[in-house]
């Protein structure tokens, strides 16, 4: 079992940032990769950002890439979501997820096996 705790959400001003952090423990060694999501009010759950370990390759949706960054600590067992020049759209509570299959872009929630409780982020206009 592998718990995932995130924090660092909140309200910003549109073209500001935020830091998200997923804290991760239990069986980490056997997860393949680790994703961000998020979900806004009456919409579907979308990939955001994510990482195989494997290869270290790096995954964005289209519409964060080149204003977020995810980042891993090993050390302290610790996904980050850096978030610039934030924008009302990216509203959503934002999930930390780990997948313990291994998937060449997994870039699709019903690839991951853990999931943390999400932490809301308001962007104001």
């Known amino acids: 079992q592998v718990q995932l705790v995130e924090s660092g959400g909140g309200l910003v001003q549109a073209g500001g940032s935020l830091r998200l952090s997923c804290a991760a423990s239990?069986?980490?060694?056997?997860?393949?990769?680790m994703g961000w999501f998020r979900q806004a009010p009456g919409k579907e759950r979308d990939f955001v950002a994510a990482f195989t370990r494997i290869g270290r390759s790096t995954y964005y949706a289209d519409s964060v890439k080149g204003r977020f960054t995810i980042s891993r600590d090993n050390s302290k067992n610790t996904v980050y979501l850096q978030m610039n020049a934030l924008r009302p759209e990216d509203t959503a509570v934002y999930y930390c997820a780990a997948a313990r299959t291994f998937y060449a872009a997994p870039t699709a929630s019903r690839m991951y096996d853990y999931w943390g409780q999400g932490t809301q982020v308001t962007v104001s206009s």
């Open positions: 239990g069986s980490t060694s056997g997860t393949y990769s």
